[in-house]
Structure formats: C-alpha cells, structure tokens
C-alpha cells in the first residue's frame, strides 16, 4: 500500500492486472506489473458464467491460494464475490480474512463509502486492507440496468464522486473506477489522495487494470474498453490443430521422446512371458482334468 500511494504522489503511473492460476500470476509478475487482481471475473473467462454472480468463496479462495503459490513481488488482491460482504459486517470480516488466509494481500469489494462505509471500517479495524470500487459495479448490474457507462449525467456523476471520497474516508487504500465518463475519474483522482485504478474510465486516473484474458486475444467478446495486446486464441488453436494433424498422422511421438528398456531385457521379458503363458495351459489342463 506504501509503494501505491507513494506512485500516486511521484504520478507513476500503476500497473494492475487479473490472474487466477500460479502460471498467468508468475508471468504477468515477471512482467513488471505492481498488481495482481484475482478477479470475480474468473466466472465468466474460467468457469464460464454468463456474469459474475454465480462465484462463490470458494472459487475466489482457491484461486487466490493458487495466485499466492506463485510467491509474486506484486500486490495480491482478491475479490469479494457476491453475497460474501453484503449480509453483514460480521460476515464480511469472517470471508476476507478466509482470503487473506490463502494468500492475498488486500481484498476489494464492490462499492464505495457511502454503499458500505461500514464494512470498509471493520475490515480496516481488523487489520484488513480494503480497495474500494466505484462506477459501473458488476455484481449489481441488474440493478443499474446493465453493464452501461456510468456518470453520463450531473447526477450521477456526483453520485459516483461523493461513493469515492466516502471510501477514503472509511479507510480504502485505493479505488477502483469502472466504466465511467472520464470527466468523473479525472475529478475523483484530483480530489483524493489515494490511488485510483481505472478500467474503461479515461487515462486521468493513477492507474490502469485489464483482464489478463481480455488482453490476451482469449475471451470471444471482450468489453469495448479493453485492448489485446496479443491473440494467443489463435496461436493456441493453431498448436493443438498441428498436434492433432500429428497424432493421426503417426508423426508424435517422434524417436526424442519416447525411451526403451535396458540392453537385452526386452528379449528377457519375451521369453518371462512365453515361460509363464505355457505355465498357465499347463495348469488349466491339469485343472480340467
């Protein structure tokens, strides 16, 4: 959190993105980014959920432990999925600190200070650091009425602002904008002082977050604010095409990969099993007999 706030102070610009397994969290570590966000998100790009309400604790807490196995430099946070916060501050507690038990850093939930101040303040109260998330909110887009930009309008838009502020205030280290005019992520990073991370909300804010799917050519319909950085759908299709054509072919494996018996052992095993099929006639016919 210290390294994050002091970005914000030095305007270095903050490098988030997701990860779900050890692999995809040892190279996007390896990669340089400063955090690594075990998103809700694995619903819908590993389990292949329609949106993110149907992940559990227990999704997001195995992932997490898988993600922490990878002992990255980066910062690990982890989601709080939907229904794990909103019942009770009790239970809000009692779920990040599973999560901080398998291995992440942080946890995020959905919402800002004025939606849930109360559940920023416990959590910080024990000991758990929270990162806020304003703007378009997955886990209620029933409720916006879809996954829409969020602060087109004056109203809104202060609405948005005053969810931030309160969530520095109830003690977020940091807050997330999603899907929300520029105009309302450049006010809401001039007026706190704790850094924010956008995704789909302009370049004005500290920092920028991707879906490591998203980013990498693999989900089918991305969002429109997301950028591929590469098309590994193509390259992965292609290699296990060619492994296939290879297979029926005849042609894998070739000599360099498959390994034989000691020196005259096969020659040996040969005759064990001659010696024992005519063993095994012997005894039948004495059986029968």
Same mark, same amino acid.
């Given at each position: 959190?210290?390294t994050?706030?002091?970005? &914000?102070?030095?305007?270095?610009?903050?490098?988030m993105?997701?990860?779900?397994?050890t692999?995809?969290?040892?190279?996007?570590?390896?990669?340089g $980014?400063?955090?690594?966000?075990?998103?809700?998100?694995? /619903?819908?790009v590993?389990?292949?959920?329609? *949106?993110?309400?149907?992940?559990?604790?227990d999704?997001?807490?195995?992932?997490?432990a898988?993600?922490?196995?990878?002992?990255?430099?980066a910062m690990? $946070?982890?989601?709080?999925? #939907?229904?794990?916060?909103?019942?009770?501050?009790?239970?809000?507690?009692?779920?990040?600190?599973?999560?901080?038990a398998?291995?992440? @850093?942080a946890v995020?939930?959905?919402?800002?200070g004025? *939606?849930?101040? @109360?559940?920023i303040?416990?959590?910080?109260?024990?000991?758990?650091?929270?990162?806020a998330?304003?703007?378009?909110?997955?886990?209620?887009?029933?409720?916006?009425g879809?996954?829409?930009?969020?602060?087109?309008t004056?109203?809104?838009?202060?609405?948005?602002i005053r @969810?931030?502020?309160?969530a520095?205030e109830?003690?977020?280290?940091?807050?997330?904008?999603?899907?929300?005019?520029?105009?309302?992520a450049?006010?809401?990073?001039?007026?706190? *002082?704790?850094p924010?991370?956008?995704? /789909?909300s302009?370049?004005?804010?500290d920092?920028?977050?991707? $879906?490591?799917?998203?980013?990498?050519?693999?989900?089918p319909?991305?969002?429109? #604010?997301?950028?591929q950085?590469?098309?590994?759908?193509?390259?992965?299709?292609?290699?296990?095409?060619?492994?296939?054509?290879?297979?029926r072919?005849?042609? #894998?494996? @070739?000599?360099?990969?498959y390994?034989?018996?000691? &020196?005259?052992?096969y020659? &040996?095993?040969?005759?064990?099993?001659?010696?024992?099929?005519?063993?095994?006639?012997h005894?039948?016919?004495k059986?029968?007999?």
């Amino acid at each position: 959190m210290k390294t994050l706030l002091e970005k &914000k102070e030095k305007r270095e610009r903050i490098v988030m993105i997701t990860a779900y397994d050890t692999i995809t969290a040892r190279l996007v570590d390896e990669a340089g $980014v400063d955090v690594i966000l075990v998103g809700d998100s694995l /619903g819908m790009v590993l389990l292949g959920y329609s *949106s993110t309400l149907q992940v559990t604790m227990d999704d997001m807490v195995r992932h997490v432990a898988a993600v922490a196995r990878a002992e990255p430099r980066a910062m690990i $946070v982890g989601d709080m999925p #939907f229904m794990s916060y909103e019942a009770s501050v009790s239970e809000a507690v009692h779920n990040a600190g599973k999560l901080l038990a398998a291995g992440a @850093d942080a946890v995020k939930i959905e919402g800002g200070g004025e *939606s849930y101040g @109360d559940v920023i303040r416990a959590l910080r109260r024990a000991g758990i650091p929270v990162m806020a998330h304003v703007g378009l909110t997955p886990q209620r887009y029933k409720l916006l009425g879809g996954y829409r930009l969020m602060g087109k309008t004056a109203s809104e838009a202060l609405e948005v602002i005053r @969810d931030a502020i309160a969530a520095e205030e109830e003690g977020a280290f940091a807050v997330v904008i999603e899907f929300t005019a520029w105009e309302v992520a450049k006010t809401i990073t001039e007026k706190l *002082s704790i850094p924010t991370i956008c995704i /789909g909300s302009g370049p004005y804010c500290d920092g920028q977050v991707l $879906v490591v799917h998203d980013a990498l050519g693999l989900t089918p319909n991305p969002p429109p #604010f997301t950028k591929q950085y590469a098309n590994l759908a193509e390259t992965i299709r292609g290699a296990v095409e060619q492994y296939a054509r290879e297979v029926r072919e005849g042609v #894998f494996p @070739d000599e360099k990969r498959y390994w034989g018996m000691k &020196k005259g052992e096969y020659g &040996k095993l040969i005759d064990m099993l001659e010696n024992g099929k005519e063993h095994r006639n012997h005894f039948r016919l004495k059986y029968n007999k």
